[in-house]
């Protein structure tokens, strides 16, 4: 078995290298943060079960096979126009496949003294904003990482955004990254690095979307910079495909003064790993983590959350519900470190599972390590069902199963969901909500 | 209107155990019934079992709406009927608001049974009028279904909920309890008001203390899942006086 293992991960291995070559060229600067990640990859290797930070999951599914990069092959890109959200119409970065497309994107709402481009392109002008922002945040929130190394091993096109100080952009910033239909396996990594200077406010809506049903792995790796009382709103919206694997980083620093929120709602994926880290690197700050998980079907869904709370003074909040349908497995590993002298830390930490069918797995561990001795850190866990008393009540309104299930199942998220102030994605949240409601009691009527 | 016939029920998860062990009750158009009885005598479980709950199990008898068996309807189906059942517990349901509860409510009802549906705005008119009479303000159809309701907030909600819903039966399960005197007048005075001649109601209660507010045509008491007596108002009086001990015999002899 060790032996199959090992030899499964030299594929994978030799498939990054072989990729390697063909991407190098056209910036040094980023040629040499290539080279680095890929000499990182040769050194790390990749997690199994053994290790304590990946036991609820295996990978299997994601060493099986391999995989061809995503921009080496020609595929075809259907309409997307109608995973644009209106309120960023002039405001909006897509990614296909990987690969930047001017086409899907426009930039015309933003006001011109921000930043926004290209990472690529970027680097090409060999732009100092960006050399100096990227694989800051990541690097130092995650060392030692395989799949963080293997995004920077390959990378190219992603979005760089820097809000100079004092400026509030009053449109969010739609990051749409649209996986397409392919009879080949592909992966795709992404960056995206969003800096707010000081007294800056900016919203971003991350956004990642697969047309079709196919198996492909995406690794997205997010950095955030919140710089001093800026305040960041950053929502990510994962509906990979039901085949595909989506190993998610998200590096965030908050600095004094500043608050960030981000809300993640995972609905795709055979496979998904979110893993958000968020450093408090002065005192008084703000950050909210807040997570939705709908899952179905054979669907695993794992976050791994870190709140390093290093200095006084820090208000963090962390709410993360999941529902979980079929034989879905959810798994939640939230971390909320309090270092020794970061005083009056207030954390609280919440993970709520709604178990919806017998088959349904809920692994979930909070983990605190605090190391100062005047704070309050509150956490819990619950797993339940939906009652029937809840559902009797509302049918006996006259309401049908299907009614009532969905008005509780949004019920339940929508705590999750309500303080995402883009509209648009609101209205989102509440078809899919109905969708999974649907599926939910079609897969119930044919059981 | 409703017949209920030598009804035996027990709970889905436990049949071994009676709870109601051969019911009988006939209400008619335009009446009032009181069910009167001490905890546990089955006067909730009666009134979840004719709205449709899924865990009670009927083992015998039967109950007729109009002539028809209703057993094998499910809670919605009853609703769409006209059977409306006033929770002694409502539930709470964060996010939705009262408005929008109601009006799918209303709508699927009205749908069910040929009348015509009301837009989001003829919707409105209708529920602003029906506020008036649970004393309530209009935001409470902007707010979320019982969350973060006061008890007396919830029950006052289970009365306006009935008067925008009009059901033609209505089992107000334990709806007085709980409330000051001043709800306890607005709860009587709405179900006052929405009594009529073409519609029934059915106070399931402890306490003698609303039956000073609205005055029933029929009083039964229940003990030990099954009607003991059966009386009009001065039956109700009796129970305030000399509480149930004297029918518990009586129902032993039987």
Redesign the interface.
């Known amino acids: 078995m060790g032996k199959v293992k090992q030899q499964k991960e030299r594929t994978f291995l030799q498939d990054l290298l072989n990729f390697q070559g063909s991407l190098n060229g056209k910036s040094k600067f980023l040629d040499e943060v290539r080279l680095k990640g890929a000499e990182e990859v040769r050194n790390i290797s990749f997690p199994t079960k053994k290790l304590e930070d990946w036991k609820f999951i295996s990978l299997r599914d994601l060493y099986k096979d391999s995989y061809e990069l995503a921009s080496d092959l020609d595929l075809e890109v259907p309409d997307i126009s109608e995973h644009y959200l209106p309120e960023s119409k002039g405001a909006r970065l897509t990614f296909v496949n990987g690969s930047f497309s001017a086409e899907h994107s426009s930039t015309e709402d933003i006001p011109e003294e921000v930043l926004i481009g290209n990472i690529a392109k970027l680097a090409e002008e060999d732009n100092e904003l960006l050399k100096k922002h990227l694989n800051k945040y990541v690097e130092n929130n995650f060392e030692k990482d395989v799949f963080s190394s293997f995004n920077k091993a390959f990378l190219k096109d992603g979005v760089f955004v820097y809000v100079p100080e004092g400026l509030t952009v009053d449109v969010p910033l739609h990051l749409l990254f649209v996986q397409t239909d392919a009879d080949t396996n592909y992966f795709t990594t992404s960056r995206s690095v969003v800096v707010a200077d000081k007294e800056s406010e900016v919203t971003i809506v991350e956004d990642h979307i697969g047309l079709a049903d196919n198996k492909y792995f995406n690794l997205p790796v997010v950095e955030i910079n919140a710089e001093e009382e800026s305040y960041v709103k950053h929502t990510k919206i994962q509906r990979d495909s039901r085949e595909a694997i989506h190993i998610a980083r998200t590096a965030a620093f908050v600095h004094h003064h500043a608050n960030y929120e981000s809300y993640t709602i995972t609905r795709g994926a055979k496979l998904s790993r979110n893993e958000p880290r968020i450093s408090q690197r002065d005192e008084e700050v703000e950050f909210t983590v807040d997570g939705l998980v709908l899952i179905d079907g054979d669907q695993v869904s794992d976050t791994h959350s870190v709140m390093d709370h290093r200095f006084s003074h820090c208000e963090s909040h962390q709410l993360h519900k999941c529902v979980i349908n079929g034989n879905a497995h959810s798994v939640f590993n939230g971390k909320i470190f309090v270092r020794k002298d970061a005083q009056k830390i207030d954390s609280f930490q919440e993970n709520r599972n709604l178990l919806l069918s017998r088959k349904g797995l809920v692994n979930t561990k909070p983990q605190l390590e605090i190391f100062a001795d005047d704070v309050v850190c509150t956490h819990g866990a619950t797993v339940g069902q939906l009652e029937q008393d809840e559902l009797f009540y509302l049918m006996s309104r006259g309401l049908n199963e299907q009614q009532a299930r969905e008005m509780l199942i949004y019920a339940f998220a929508l705590e999750t969901i309500e303080n995402i102030t883009v509209d648009s994605v609101q209205d989102l949240l509440v078809d899919e909500v109905h969708q999974f409601t649907e599926n939910q009691l079609d897969s119930k009527l044919t059981a | 209107m409703l017949e209920i016939k030598d009804l035996h029920v027990c709970v889905e998860e436990d049949p071994s155990e009676e709870i109601l062990k051969g019911v009988n009750l006939t209400i008619n158009k335009g009446e009032i019934h009181a069910i009167m009885g001490p905890n546990g005598s089955g006067k909730s479980t009666l009134s ?1 079992v004719v ?5 009670y199990e009927v083992t015998q008898g039967d109950i007729l709406y109009n002539g028809e068996s209703i057993l094998e309807l ?3 189906e ?3 009927l006209g059977i ?2 006033a ?1 002694q ?3 709470e ?4 608001t009262n408005k929008n ?2 009006r ?3 709508n ?2 009205a749908e ?1 049974q040929g009348r015509e549906e009301l837009d989001p705005l003829q919707f409105e008119d209708h529920a602003r009028e029906q506020l008036e009479l649970v004393d309530m303000k209009e935001e409470f159809l902007e707010r ?1 279904v019982n969350a973060g309701f006061s008890g007396g907030e919830k029950k006052r909600n289970e009365i306006f ?1 009935m008067a925008v ?1 009009q059901p033609k039966l209505a089992f107000l399960d334990e709806t007085d309890s709980g409330l000051d005197i001043d709800a306890l007048k607005i709860v009587a005075n709405g179900i006052n008001e929405l009594s009529g001649e073409d519609n029934a109601t059915v106070l399931v209660t402890h306490y003698q203390r609303i039956l000073d507010y609205v005055q029933p045509d029929h009083v039964h008491v229940m003990i030990d899942g099954k009607i003991a007596k059966s009386g009009d108002k001065d039956l109700a009086i009796k129970l305030e006086e000399e509480g149930y001990d004297w029918l518990s015999k009586d129902a032993s002899v039987l």
């Not at chain 2, 709205?51 to 865990?55: K, T, W």
């Not at chain 2, 349901?93 to 939705?96: A, E, K, L």
């Open positions: 979840k709205a449709g709950h899924e865990a499910e809670a919605d009853r609703a769409h409306f059942l929770f517990y409502p539930v349901v964060p996010g939705v509860l109601l799918q409510a209303y699927t009802i069910e979320s909920q819903l």
